[in-house]
């Protein structure tokens, strides 16, 4: 199994982990994740934005053959996610059974445990999506 990242990187990419904090150019584009250029318009005028989190499955699919490290999780579902600001992510679903699972669905981000190394007592948190609770 991978050794887990760099203290120092994990605090780095924190905030995108756990808030989703993405980029809106000058001209109004926003995208995810941050990046110090526009991947529309090559603007380097770019202020951090953060998404709210909710958004639609786009399409998804179930994987039953995970990388290494992985495999104490499978199944999982794993989804296109379109935020209602229009950028599309790629996250697990979380707290849904997958026949529940359609496209359409409506979502919300929340935070997860992603990964568990056992030797070292780490354990990853980010970002998942779950259907949004009524």
């Not at 603007?43 to 989190?53: A, D, I, L, M």
């Amino acid at each position: 199994m991978a050794r887990p990242m760099q203290i120092s990187r994990y605090w780095r990419h924190f905030r995108e982990k756990y808030r989703l904090i993405g980029g809106k150019c000058e001209n109004g584009h926003v995208f995810f994740p941050y990046r110090s250029v526009c991947p529309v318009c090559g603007s380097r005028n770019v202020e951090e934005y953060e998404f709210s989190g909710k958004g639609k499955v786009l399409t998804w699919t179930i994987v039953r053959n995970p990388p290494s490290g992985f495999e104490y999780y499978k199944p999982y579902p794993l989804a296109l996610v379109q935020l209602e600001e229009g950028p599309v992510v790629l996250a697990q679903l979380t707290d849904v059974e997958p026949e529940e699972i359609h496209e359409g669905m409506e979502v919300e981000a929340v935070t997860r445990k992603v990964r568990e190394f056992e030797e070292d007592g780490i354990i990853l948190y980010a970002y998942k999506f779950r259907p949004v609770l009524k």
